[in-house]
């Protein structure tokens, strides 16, 4: 079966620009998570979804913001980008909410000049 | 609030030599215990994973991890590494009451030497 997908892989923006992340969950999973990955933060939750409502949220400011739709696939968004923004964005899923073990999908290379 | 400890940020072990990659966690709940493998430009892929039951975990590629409450540690090891296995290795935890979010350690970069 298909694994998560992430679109696109790579990204390269401005600052101050704007960017929609996506993420194609594994068929019938319906939890998705998203993680940061920085060399200098390592992997940090950002929020959880679980059948359209955010579950929990990390300590990220309010310009990171998600939704999922109701074929459970999810986007996150960054508004006004910043150089510290540049990273390997990880979406998550998971059968049951929660997770009892995260499937990832290879991630979003965000890169902020 | 949950907390995992690598100790080893890096590991070099030389090829068909056994391994073991230390990860410590701090909780004041229960909790589940997982390792991700991250291959380069990659994303995490699911090594094993403790939930409940028997505290020695079998995973994929010859690896296995035991939990141990008492020590709160959950430490990876394979008896023979391949060069393939060289990567980097995370351990997460995640609370049994569902906050729906991993804490990940930082890693250990795993380099098998021929």
């Known amino acids: 079966k298909a694994g998560v997908t992430q679109t696109p892989r790579y990204l390269i923006k401005t600052r101050g620009q704007q960017v929609t992340l996506s993420c194609s969950p594994i068929s019938g999973h319906r939890s998705v998570s998203w993680y940061q990955q920085t060399p200098g933060q390592g992997l940090q939750f950002l929020f959880e979804y679980f059948s359209e409502t955010q579950r929990n949220k990390g300590n990220f400011p309010g310009r990171f913001s998600g939704r999922q739709f109701s074929n459970s696939r999810s986007e996150m968004n960054v508004s006004t980008l910043e150089l510290g923004d540049s990273a390997l964005y990880l979406c998550?899923?998971?059968?049951?909410?929660?997770?009892?073990?995260?499937?990832f999908g290879s991630g979003t290379r965000l890169t902020v000049v | 609030a949950q907390s995992v400890t690598q100790l080893d940020s890096q590991v070099p072990v030389f090829e068909e030599a056994p391994v073991e990659l230390r990860c410590n966690y701090s909780s004041s709940v229960s909790v589940y215990l997982f390792w991700y493998v991250q291959y380069p430009n990659q994303g995490l892929q699911l090594l094993l994973k403790?939930?409940?039951?028997?505290?020695l975990v079998k995973g994929i590629n010859g690896f296995e991890a035991e939990f141990n409450k008492s020590q709160t540690s959950f430490h990876l090891r394979k008896p023979s590494v391949h060069i393939s296995d060289t990567a980097e290795y995370f351990c997460?935890?995640?609370?049994?009451?569902?906050?729906?979010?991993?804490?990940f350690g930082t890693g250990t970069r795993l380099k098998v030497l021929a």
């Open positions: 998550a899923s998971s059968l049951v909410e929660g997770g009892d073990g995260y499937t």
């Open positions: 403790y939930l409940s039951g028997s505290t």
């Open positions: 997460a935890v995640s609370d049994t009451a569902g906050t729906y979010k991993y804490i």
